[in-house]
């Protein structure tokens, strides 16, 4: 489970009440998830926890899918887990190679949902 406290960082989950219409009417809601600047460590922290709940969505989906039917069909869960790991020892090492550099690191993270119909 993450666990972002309010920080100096201004790490924080503001969700944006007033749904905004395209051009194809379809209902959009919008959560700002993650917004500021954060040391080296700290985005690190931010960005692995964020894959790494996502990895556990997906391994729970496959959990999900398989229990009671050993023969269920989990490649999707599977895909996205596999490319998601990948992504997550991707992530770890640009931010291993940035560790030294005294950097500041913005990072900004809209959810956009959409109804689809």
């Known amino acids: 489970m993450l666990n972002f406290a309010p920080t100096r960082n201004s790490i924080f989950l503001n969700v944006i009440m007033n749904a905004e219409a395209k051009s194809n009417s379809k209902e959009i809601k919008k959560i700002k998830l993650v917004d500021g600047s954060f040391t080296v460590a700290e985005a690190s ?3 692995l926890s964020l894959i790494t709940e996502k990895i ?3 391994k729970l989906q ?3 899918l398989s229990e009671g039917h050993v023969d269920a069909n989990t490649d ?3 895909t996205k887990i596999g490319e998601l790991t990948r992504e997550k020892e991707l992530t770890r ?3 291993n190679n940035l560790r030294q550099s005294g950097a ?3 990072i900004n993270g809209t959810l956009e949902i ?3 119909e």
């Open 45 to 47: 922290d931010v960005v």
């Open 56 to 58: 556990n969505f997906h």
């Open 62 to 64: 496959r959990l999900s």
């Open 76 to 78: 999707f869960p599977d």
């Open 93 to 95: 090492d640009y931010f």
């Open 104 to 106: 500041t690191i913005k």
């Open 114 to 116: 959409t109804i689809e």
